[in-house]
C-alpha cells in the first residue's frame, strides 16, 4: 500500500459513514496507560515550579531559564507541562471518572507514549525510561549508557514518541493511523514547548531506521517508534548535567501491560506503517524538499500581540504564564455561538505563532497551509480566506456566511459552525513525498498536530478555547475551497472561539488512581 492508496480509502464521505457497520465494543476499550511492570519506578517529585515566562512569548521563540534543583525536579516540571494528567471529567450518570492529559488526543485516547533516555543528568542514573502518567513517575526500563546510535547526539535527554494504534483504532478505525500522526505532532510541540519554556532547545528527528530504534529501545511490539526529540542545552540552560558514566548496560526491561483481551487487526493501517517506515539509511541525511510556495491576498494582518505590553493594551491575555496555560488548555465541547466576536488582532496572534519555525530534521520546508472559515471576527467580512504567512496576508477566496459550510465540512459537528474562525490545514502530500517517499505522510500530520497545538495554546492565552477536528469530509472540503490537486489535501481542521462550559469538568487534584 503506499500512501495514497491509505489516504484515498480512509476518506469521509456521506457513502463511507453509511456503509460502515463500526460500534464500540466498551468492554474490549484499550487501557490508555500503559506500564512496563516489574522494574524499578522513579518518583517525579510533585507540583514542580511553574513555568512563569508568558505563553505567548515562548510559542513566539522566547526561551528563559528557570534553575532547577535537581534532575528529577527538571524532569518532573517538563514532563508535568508536557505529557501529565492535568484535569479529570465525571460523568454525572454513571460517577465515571476519566483523566484528560496537558496533550490533547483524538477521542481522549492516547495513542502516544514517552520513552526518554537521560545521560549526564545530575543525581539520576543515565539510563532509558518510561514515563508512566497514571502516576507522574519514570519507569527505570534500563540502567546505564546505552550508546544511543539512533540519534547520534550527545543530548542529555533523549526523547523516544510512540504510537499504540489499536487504542486509536478501536474507535476511528482504519482512519485512525491519521489520528495517531497528528496526535505525535501534538506531542512533540508540547514537548518541545515545554522545554523551550525552561530555557532548553529542542529537535526532532523523524528519519531513522524504525526496526532499529524498536529493537535498541526494546519496545513492545504494539508500540511503533514515530519520533525522537533531544532537549539540548543552551546558553542559559537549565539541565543540571554532570560527566555521563561509562558503565555497563543493566537491562530491567519490564513487562507491558495487556491493553485490552483481543487486539484487532486493521490491515491498512499495517500496511500504510509499513509503506512509511525506513529500512536503510544508504541515501544518508534526509532529503530536502522543494521550498513552499508563496503567495499574497488583499488583507494585510494588524501586528500580532506578543509582547507584555501588547497584551496590556489589548486586554486580550487573562491567563498568561506558560505553566498555568498549557495545564488550563481544554478542548471545547461546543462554542456559544452568537454574536460575541474575536478581534482582527486576536487573529492575526493566533496565525503568528503558527509561523514560528519549527526545529526538525523534516520541516526545513513547511507542508501545510491554512484556509480559514471566519466566522465572527471583528474587521473581518465573514468568508473563507487563505492565509499567507511570509507576508501575513489572508486572501479572500469566499465572501457570506460560512457557519453552515464549516460545520458541514466538519463531518457536521456543530462546534465548527459555532466558533469564531474554523481551518481547513492543506497539506501538500505530494510535494512531502517527493522528496521523503511514503514517509513524507507522517511529516505532514506531524506538522498538522504542531501546527494544532500552537493553535490550542494561543488560544487558550487569549481567552478563547479551542478544539483538533480529525473527521472531515475530505474531497468535500476540497471541491469547496476549488482546491487543484497539486494544491493538496485536506489533513485536519481546527476550531477556535468561546468554549461552552463543561460541568463535568474538575480541576487536577492530588489523586493520581487512573
Ligand atoms: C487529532 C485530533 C482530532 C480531534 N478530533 C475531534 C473531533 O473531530 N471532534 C471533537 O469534538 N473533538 C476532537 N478532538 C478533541 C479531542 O476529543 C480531545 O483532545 C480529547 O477529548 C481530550 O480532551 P482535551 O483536549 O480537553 O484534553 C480531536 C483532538 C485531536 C488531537
Redesign the pocket.
Known sequence: MTWREYHESTKHSGESLRRSSHVLDWVNMPDPFRHYEGVPVLDLPADPPVPQTPALEVLNGVSSAIPAEDSSTFLSQLLYYSAAI??SKRVASTGFQYA??????????HPTEFHFHTRGLKEWPDGLYHYRPSAHMAEQRALGDLGMKSTDSSAPIVFLLTSIAWREAWKYGERAY??CL??I??AWQALALAARAMGCESFAAGHFLDDDVARLWRLHEDEWPMLLVEIRRNAGSSIPVREASTCETVWYGGHANQLSTETIAYPRIEAIHAATKISNLACGAISLAEPTPTGSGEIKLPPAASSRRDREDTHACPATAFGEVVRK?????DFLGGTQTISLTQLSTILAVTTQPFVADFAAARFVDLYLYALRIDGLGPGVYRFWPERAELERLRSGDQRVAAAGL??G?D?AGNACVTFSMIGDLERAARAHGDRGYRYVHFEA?AI?HRL?LAAEALGLGA??????YDEQVHSYLDLAPEQGQVV??FAIGFPVPDSRLQAYSRWWGF
Open positions: 492535568s484535569a484528560l492529559r496537558v496533550n490533547p488526543s483524538s477521542g481522549n485516547l491519521r489520528y497528528h496526535d505532532g501534538h488548555r481544554r478542548s471545547a465541547l466538519s463531518l459537528q462546534l498536530g494544532g490550542y478544539t483538533g477536528i480529525g473527521a472531515f485536519y481542521h
